[in-house]
């Protein structure tokens, strides 16, 4: 094909795959789709399932020392979704045409990210409590906002994921409001916890409008719905009440209700630490990855057995035939 | 000891097995070979704390001193634990975990089968909901001893020293004393003692499908279920039940 | 060191109650048949979703190209006579 050609015919598709869009019709895998598209959702979707994915350290630190059978119950039914939202994730990024294998790959070279939030450490009982409320609060968030993003296997996950996250923030929440009803050791352990996970919750919704503008692909593509600041907005006047009701104090000593915007106003918020902790140095970037990596490595033997097994298996089943 | 004794120390010991065995499978939480495993040995470990929570709690029934599941599995000390040594051995690597759930659910399979027809409404309900359980554990247990014996040339070898390493702990399943005596009479629980021919049958059947050696060693440790335990379990209780002790007064 | 290996991947579908279709829930990875309904089954009726599980290996399953939905589907579009609403039934008659 001569390139005025080939030109023409990327522009067809690009028309057609635009009018979908237009027409609010979901991108399915066989669909044709620019590049551009494809490499973002592929960025976006394995960003999203490494987190969940490496999530599961933090509060899976808690796990043997969870203070009741049925705290640990809750603690493992809720990490073992993280786990499975990891899985549904990675299986709606294998339908762009990465495989999981990659994905891992990438996590470990750097080249892809996972969020944030989990760089930060699970020091006391409480943080369990504030991860759950705040971490997985700020999540649902910009999940629910994601159920109705334009690539339909993305989608279909984020419906699953987000029914099965309702249980999340509420045990969250639980945690925190039956410690602020306790012993004074608790109410300061919530409160610590509190104070440390509040900012970076904050953080997790991404840049200021002001530095990552709404006009770009994602907007345009459907991908991304509502911006950065709409959903931390969200986030943060659903929070404030809740903290409220149990009496616990919301570290910043600027946020007040704006009658005009009809939301709260923030302080400021730490871009410095931000983009510290994005770029490594974190209190837990390198741990988080080590474990990573190593599990990696140690489950190896165990993968490549169940493949040999079944390739003997295949093998003396095909002679018993013939 | 009296009948009301016996039957105390008998659902702990069934407790703090499905106690003690939660604890090591939910450590592989974030640890398992495939994301897809994680979830699987997770599943296990929410089993063994369900089966946990009835059987202690029906202990302090028993007892009827108002102690609950949860007083029982955080304020109790090492000694009074009574769970066999199998299930608080490290879990080492996949190989090891997956033959000591063979072994386990193998012993449970025909143990908790015979005690869903107890005399004892309450234990027999417990063993009839934990018996599904028990089948699935088994089953996947199985399948896994297959793989790994009969994948690789590495996994074999794997395989093969968990087996071995594992067998010398396996007897004490078997071990029946004046606790079971008491509850074969009065309610009528199996015998353990009368089922060491099936399992042997049964594992040593899945042993030699998966390519492996059925260990003839004789040697037998022994002592859990009196509470002389291995170094591991003060272990897991100082991390286990930390929080209730460094904070005697909360409630969580 | 060989290249890592996640296993084969599979597509799972779930049957929510007895004689309910069995409608796609998503993809697990398993190296055999066993492997991949025990996944499944961990996977996707954690909350008692399902009463029966089928699973299918990925490249088993064939997709029709949405290039060709105008010859594929387009042609379905004119038969209104395979809807009941087509006919015109005379005025008195019952339970038709």
Known sequence: MELKEQTAVQSDLLKSFEE?????????????????????????ISQHAHSEVIGMQPEGNWITRAP????????????????????YLYS?????????????????SGKAKYSNIFNYPALNWADIGAIGWLVDGAAIVNQVSLQRTSYGPYSRAMVRICKEESFHQRQGYEIMAKMMAGTADQREMAQDAMNRWWWPALMMFGPHDSESPRSGDAFKWKIKRQSNDELRAKFIDKTVQQAEVIGLTIPDKDLKWN???????????????????????????????????????????????????????????????? | MNQQEAMFKYCLRLGDNALIRSYRLSEWCSNAPILEEDLALTNFALDMIGRAQALLGYAGQIEGKGRTDDDLAYRRGERSFYNVLLTELPNQDFAYTMARELYLSAFEYFYYSGLAGSKDATLAAIAAKTLKEIKYHLSHATDWVLRLGDGTAESHAKMQTAVDDLWPYASELFESDAVDAAMISAIGAPDPAALKDSWMKHVSAILKEATLDVPTTMYTHTGGRNGIHSENLGHILAEMQFLPHAYPDAKW | MSADTQLEKWEVFIQSKPGANFVHAGCVHASDKKMALQNARDTYTRRGEGTSIWVVPCDAIVASNPDENDMFFDPANDKTYRMPTFYVMPEGAKAI
Request: proline residues 3%.
């Open chain 1, 20 to 44: 979908k869009i237009g027409r609010d019709d979901a991108i399915e895998p066989k669909d044709k789709m620019p590049d551009a598209y494809r490499k973002h959702l592929i960025r976006q």
């Open chain 1, 68 to 87: 009741s059978l049925r705290a640990k119950q809750i603690l493992l039914a809720k990490i073992q979704d993280e786990g499975g939202h990891g899985l």
């Open chain 1, 92 to 108: 709606a990024a294998e339908t762009l045409g990465i495989s999981r294998s990659e994905m891992i790959e990438q996590l470990h």
């Open chain 1, 259 to 322: 009658e005009a915007r009809g939301h709260y106003d923030h302080g400021p918020i730490d871009w410095n630490e931000f983009y510290n902790v994005i770029n490594g140095n974190g209190p837990c970037n390198k741990q988080r990855m080590d474990h990573h990596k190593r599990v990696h490595a140690e489950g190896a033997w165990v993968r490549e057995a169940a493949e040999a097994y079944r390739a003997k298996k295949e093998k003396q089943l095909f002679q018993s035939k013939n």
